[in-house]
Every structure is written in C-alpha cells, then in structure tokens.
C-alpha cells in the first residue's frame, strides 16, 4: 500500500497526426460513436477524421506557428532554459492514432463508459484541473477536479496558483482491482499518453507531463485483461 500521496493532472489524450491533432473520439467495440450515450455528457460536434485539405492547414499553421516563436526558443536556450522538442515516439497503433483517436474504448456497460466528461478539455471549463489519486488507503483510484487560480486563459497558466477554496470534487472513484494494465502510448507528444485497461476489457487513453505518465504507470502496474484491447481492436 501506497503511504504518500501520488496525485497527477489527467485529462483525456487528443491526436497529435495531422488527421485527429486536437481531436478524440468515444467508441463501442465495433468502433461505433457513444458520445451519445454516455450520460449526462455536455454535447459536441461530431468528432471527424480530417481530410487532405483539412491535414495541409494545419501542417501549415503548424510550421507558421513554429516560426513566430523561434525567437522565444532561442532566446529561452540562450538563457539555459532550452524548450524541450516534444518529440513522437514510433507509431504502435495506425487504426487507433491516425485514421481514428479512440479515448475511450468500451461496450455497453463496462467501466471506460463511466469516466467523467469533465476530463474532455473541449467540454468543461478552462479554469477547471482533472487529477488521478493513487494512494488512498481505501484501495480505490478517484479522479477529482478542482480550479486553479492560477490559470489565466484557456493556454495560458500563471503559475503558482492554488485551489479555489471549495470547488475539490470526487468526480469518479473505481476499486484498484478492476485495473489490470496500464502503458505509455509512444506515438505521443514527449510519450506523455497512456492506456489503462480495466479488468471488463475496455480502456481509456489519458495523458498527463511526461513524468507523472511515467509515474502513473509504474504505480498501476503492467498487467493483462481478461478480454485484452489486441482482441478488441481485433
């Protein structure tokens, strides 16, 4: 049993290819969209794979992008604080990081469908903070949510915020037991995704800082589903 706190920032992953960057979808086992039926969910639009033109735009803003803050990055070098590349690792899973960005994976009833909307960044506000909780001696995994003072905008954090007072909430809570593997997803920005399998066969793709991944997976362990995602993917 865990004695220290073990708390990270979570949210649902988003596409990084060209084709779902910014982008997730919510599938069933026949790769059907549930966002429909996943209660109470605040509405969205239809989660879409983008065409030819669709991935040339956002090549373009990309490198646009990349050229308006290079001076940031080499002035942010020059004063030893080098901006990290956030590099993709090797692509594992075309079906599921290109042609489509699955974050939920789940039939009718297993536990993915449960997760709350709140850790979508499209749906809730931007000044709200989704965390895992890994060390509660009752042996369950909760997902909470408070706002961070801290945060300016939507892209911008001022840093050294804190909790606004009374707005810590338990959002969702699950036995540790019914987690039986979890993974880092390379094909991501600095391999900052991971995949949680629960014991029913349904998973969810989250991401969080490289480090608390990292430390996210080591604390779940590796371990193998009854109904595996290679058989549901299958």
């Not at 865990?2 to 290819?17: D, H, I, K, M, N």
């Not at 646009?64 to 594992?92: H, M, N, Q, W």
Request: glycine share 10%; hydrophobic share 40%; proline share 6%.
């Amino acid at each position: 049993m865990l004695e220290q706190p073990e708390r990270y920032r979570v949210e649902f992953a988003s596409g990084t290819a060209a084709s779902v960057a910014k982008r997730r979808s919510f599938r069933d086992l026949a790769r059907n969209d549930i966002e429909g039926d996943l209660p109470g969910w605040p509405s969205q639009r239809p989660f879409r794979v983008r065409g030819f033109f669709g991935k040339l735009g956002h090549h373009v803003l990309t490198v646009t992008t990349g050229l308006l803050l290079l001076p940031l990055y080499i002035i942010a070098d020059a004063l030893g604080s080098p901006v990290s590349s956030e590099k993709r690792g090797k692509l594992e899973e075309r079906e599921n990081e290109i042609d489509d960005f699955p974050v939920i994976w789940a039939g009718v009833g297993q536990t993915a469908r449960t997760l709350p909307w709140q850790l979508d960044p499209s749906r809730r506000s931007w000044r709200t903070v989704t965390e895992i909780d890994l060390a509660e001696p009752d042996g369950l995994v909760r997902i909470l949510s408070y706002e961070d003072t801290a945060r300016g905008s939507r892209f911008v954090s001022w840093g050294g915020g804190e909790k606004a007072a009374g707005s810590e909430a338990v959002l969702w809570s699950v036995p540790r037991k019914e987690i039986v593997g979890a993974e880092i997803k390379r094909f991501s920005s600095a391999e900052s995704d991971f995949r949680i399998t629960f014991r029913d066969g349904s998973w969810a793709r989250l991401t969080s800082s490289p480090h608390g991944a990292q430390r996210i997976v080591a604390l779940l362990g590796q371990g193998t589903p009854e109904s595996g995602p290679a058989a549901a993917l299958s």
